[in-house]
């Protein structure tokens, strides 16, 4: 059974930092490309990054890009998110994602404000 749990969301001022991780069981979490995805209240699902199974290619969404960071850990089946200069509209709950099979996480909540 895919597992994705992720962490390290919480509260914090525009402009602060947070840094997201999603542990990763029940596959072989080097074989698959990754993502994140959020979702603000009231709004649809959105794709924020990607990054395929070596860790070599990453992609952004204009959002965030320069701002975000997506890696991986294949040794410890781990996805990182590091989120800089964060603005109160990237306030949502954060989910970890397999695009293949369409597995994701339970989500952590991540809140901008001041």
């Known amino acids: 059974e895919v597992q994705l749990v992720e962490s390290g969301g919480g509260l914090v001022q525009p402009g602060g930092s947070l840094r997201l991780s999603c542990t990763a069981s029940?596959?072989?979490?080097?074989?698959?490309?990754m993502s994140w995805v959020r979702q603000a209240p009231g709004k649809g699902l959105e794709w924020v990054s990607g990054i395929d199974n070596g860790g070599g290619r990453t992609t952004y969404a204009d959002s965030v890009k320069g701002r975000f960071t997506i890696s991986r850990d294949n040794t410890k089946n781990t996805l990182y998110l590091q989120m800089n200069n964060l603005k109160p509209e990237d306030s949502a709950v954060y989910y970890c994602?397999?695009?293949?099979?369409?597995?994701r996480g339970q989500g952590t909540q991540v809140t901008v404000s001041s």
């Open positions: 029940g596959f072989t979490f080097r074989n698959y490309a």
């Open positions: 994602a397999r695009p293949t099979g369409g597995s």
